[in-house]
């Protein structure tokens, strides 16, 4: 959390008439570089119900990545030398925006590399705006309760790892994608998870990029939206890699949908 006076980071000649709002506003162009605009334009669609992220919230200093690898593109490849063309892949979740939206972009990523993929969840989908996520755009999801987990030749874990419900425990996993904290060690061949990002779909969509998947609305979208969800609207953890990641899907995504979920 930075503690440094808001004055003591304003921009030069940043004139008086919008200082209220700029103040604050300027304060997360410190060490973000051209990342100023996209904070503007938020305030400016209404995503955020008008909030301006203050000083106080700024981006945080991320703590070390615990992933067994840094390069992205080496991510990638270690992730997706996992999988042949036959194999039919299992995706699980604990169901909440960023586990939905992260197992979107994975299934995107296998899209003609594997034989299928299938995301199931194990908890109940009640909450409101998670229903309207599911409805709106569409998540092809089934209950882990009711599918033959033995059909599947890959098993894979998003936005949650083993240890964090009984429903996943009994799973050998070939990846675990994830941005919590490590309490446990994991043990798969694949472990991406890195506490120094706010969300898990800010992993993903560095993920897509790597590929060079232009995701499509829909799947920016949920993406956006589960940023926004896990670091409450940027209030609390969130660091750098989200803001690059919310400035690159916001002109992707469909901004009418998002004020509807």
Request: with cysteine.
């Amino acid at each position: 959390e930075s503690t440094a006076k808001p004055q003591d980071q304003m921009a030069a000649g940043s004139g008086q008439q919008t200082e209220g709002v700029m103040q604050k506003v300027l304060i997360l162009a410190d060490g973000c570089g051209t990342l100023l605009g996209v904070f503007a334009k938020l305030q400016t669609v209404d995503i955020f119900s008008k909030k301006v992220v203050s000083y106080r919230n700024a981006p945080q200093e991320a703590p070390p990545a615990l992933c067994k690898t840094t390069s992205r593109s080496e991510n990638l490849q270690k992730l997706l030398s996992l999988f042949e063309p036959k194999d039919k892949t299992l995706i699980t979740i604990d169901a909440d925006p960023d586990a939905m939206a992260s197992a979107m972009a994975l299934k995107r990523l296998l899209w003609h590399k594997v034989h299928s993929v299938t995301i199931a969840h194990f908890n109940d989908i009640v909450r409101f705006d998670n229903v309207t996520m599911v409805r709106l755009l569409k998540i092809p999801l089934v209950k882990l309760q009711q599918i033959d987990v033995q059909a599947f030749s890959k098993t894979l874990l998003v936005d949650s790892q083993p240890h964090h419900h009984e429903a996943f425990s009994d799973f050998e996993y070939d990846a675990v994608i994830d941005h919590h904290p490590v309490t446990t060690t994991v043990d798969a061949p694949f472990v991406d998870i890195r506490p120094s990002y706010g969300a898990t779909a800010t992993m993903m969509t560095e993920y897509l990029r790597a590929a060079k998947i232009r995701p499509s609305k829909s799947l920016a979208t949920a993406l956006l939206y589960a940023i926004r969800v896990d670091t409450h609207n940027f209030e609390l953890h969130a660091f750098e890699n989200d803001v690059q990641a919310f400035h690159y899907l916001f002109p992707l995504a469909n901004m009418n949908l998002l004020r509807k979920i």
